[in-house]
């Protein structure tokens, strides 16, 4: 077989650097998108994730709204040195992280102002070290655009299956440094 009779087929150096050029462009207009989207990726479990998964409902079954309105305010503060965060005063002192009290169906409005020098956000969730799953849309704000120093925030809800839950702020690592309180639906 002669070698002269072959199609080989070659690309340049430059239309090479054109194709590298077109693919990380994609990536990087790929990565933008995502990461500018990331409070909603991580916010909230789709339900066929929660059912596969096992978990039950957390929502208030049609007709059971109780029709009582309980409103609540707290607010974000911070040790001086940063290892403590909590709920209207630090461990120790009067009104640190308020128990609540609620009845399923009861139509519960949270008011929260941020008096630290952190960022913060608040969610109620059923387990303190899992952040991400925040129940019955009671959220203020999130860890990717949170409340900033000064600011403050409410969020309206209907409190859903008996259980012990949790007030947290949901920014990672702020619920493990303390900021969080029992939301207890009876």
């Known amino acids: 077989m002669n070698q002269e009779n072959q199609t080989i087929y070659r690309t340049s150096s430059a239309r090479t650097g054109k194709m590298l ?6 990536c990087i207009v790929g990565g933008v998108i995502f990461f500018s989207m990331w409070d909603y990726w991580t916010s909230y479990q789709a339900p066929v994730v929660a059912k596969m998964a096992g978990e039950t409902e957390h ?12 409103e ?3 607010k974000f503060i911070e040790s001086p040195d940063f290892k403590t965060f909590a709920f209207n ?8 992280n308020p128990e609540f009290k609620v009845k399923s169906g009861d139509e519960v409005t949270f008011s929260v ?6 960022f913060h956000a ?12 925040v129940l019955w849309k009671s959220a203020i704000a999130a860890p ?12 309206t809800f209907i409190a859903g299956a008996p259980g012990t839950y949790y007030y947290v702020c949901t920014v990672p690592g702020h619920a493990l440094q303390g900021m969080k309180g029992s939301f207890i639906v009876e």
């Open 59 to 70: 929502a208030v079954k049609p007709g059971v709204v109780t029709g009582k309105h309980i």
């Open 89 to 96: 005063a630090l461990p120790g002192e009067e009104g640190n």
């Open 21 to 26: 050029a077109i693919v990380l462009g994609i």
């Open 113 to 118: 102002k941020n008096n630290g020098k952190s």
């Open 122 to 133: 608040f969610g109620i969730v059923a387990d303190p070290e899992n952040v991400n799953n």
């Open 72 to 74: 609540s305010n707290l």
């Open 144 to 155: 990717t655009n949170p409340i900033k120093p000064g600011q403050g925030g409410s969020v």
